[in-house]
């Protein structure tokens, strides 16, 4: 059975009242125009629920009547997994669930609902003296229940792991209206299966997220930050391990960027000015945290190590907040700054981290061989095994037929490396509509079976975003 569009918001209406559903065109936009503007279907109809009741009753209605709903947050994601796909499911935003419901310093634990802002969970914590880790460029926008659900990753990642290692527990909404109350702050629990971590990651296809317990951790005095220059990404790996076995946990980012990347941003005036020690191959942006008692310039007598064994030929190292901030800024813009130079071809990839090196070196020459011309620019979390291995386009050629050309072809070449090197497809933004295609080809047949099963055992009548990530 389908529900008429008509149906639909008057079945929404009668459950939330006409204020909490979006009908009109013109009013869904904010919520279908995804940040890649790659996806263009329409919504039946934006639903807006108040608290978890609201939620509880909207996912018992659509199940009834076999409706598909879609959970947003801050529609920040990369693959089109929260924005529809078939163009008659209701989108339901979780925004209006937007309370810190608590903060527990003494136990390093904040409750926190779906529909809080990622930056506003920082500020909780920070009012408290503690800090919630889990840092993103889209964190103005991003909301905990999408963090969560697309497992997001981020700049912290490697002092702190990812949104599964920084979620103690979560509250979530079943496809039949059942609620689902796994918000505990264990340290430790072995009585069984992990429901928590099936539903982080599930981008929306198991349940809805209504709520989360989150791990705080000591909010460090200061930062340590240089930006460093470096000949090779091999040099970089090296190091790397110099740094992790001098600040072992301390050291929360370890970025890479070629010099292509700063060239564009220069040219196009994104920067105020070079935040680098000049023109390099390769630059890292490295940050150390400072906690009480600390004694400062790790980073300082780290890199005059690595100076010394020759793995870098220069550096800055930030004096004052600002510089950080230009810095970060200059990481933080790679993923736009490749629209200024036309069109270009991305892939969010991982590798064991020794074998990054291996992954560039190889992508690009492959990438190159196809579309000569090519402009590789792969940067990112090097410390997490993760590239965002992305190439711009020839300069002077037409974008569309540029793309029109390579785009599948160069998918193909970079994913035959990657896995290759034993990596995944998909390291940070997960599968949505974008991958599915690919999930079923490179993914493990047995491991496919396995999510069938529980997709089918906890939505039997798919309506938890219906069609992504398993097809
Ligand atoms: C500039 C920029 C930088 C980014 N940087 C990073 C990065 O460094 N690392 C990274 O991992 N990602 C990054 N992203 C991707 C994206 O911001 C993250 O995946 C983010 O976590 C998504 O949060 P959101 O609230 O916007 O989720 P949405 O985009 O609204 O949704 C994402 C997925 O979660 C599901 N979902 C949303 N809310 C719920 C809920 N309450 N219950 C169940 N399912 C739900 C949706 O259905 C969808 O499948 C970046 C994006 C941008 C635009």
Redesign the pocket.
Known sequence: MSLSANAIVTGLSSILGADAVIAEAERMGAYLN??RKRFHRAAAAVALPPNVEAVQAIARWANENRVGL?????????VG??VPLLGNEVIVS?ARLDRVRAVDTAAGVMTAE??VI?ENAHKAAEAEGAMFPLW???QG???????????????NVLAYG??RELTMGVE?VLADGRIYNGLNALKKDNTGYDLKDL?IG????L????AATLKLYPLPEDYETALVNIGSPEAALDLFQLLKGRAGGRLNAFEIIPQIGLDIQLRHAMLDADPSAGPSPWHALIEVSRLTGNVPGLLQSALEAAFEAELISDAVIAESLADRTRMWSFR?QM??CQSKEGASIKHDVSVPIAAIPRLIAEGSAAAERLAPGIRPVPFG?MGDGNIHFNFSQPAGVDGKAFMARYDEAVHEVIYEVVLKLGGSVSA???I?QLKTGLLKQVKDPVALEMMRAIKTALDPNGIL?PG?MLG
């Open positions: 995804e940040p879609i959970p947003q947050g801050g529609n920040t994601g990369l997994a929260q979780l779906a529909g990622l993103l460029a889209s926008s991003a909301r905990i229940g999408g963090v969560l659900s697309s497992n997001a990753g981020g700049v990812n949104a979530a539903l599930a981008e929306g296809t349940g809805i997220i209504t933080e993923s736009e979390h940070e933004h997960g949505g975003n992504k």
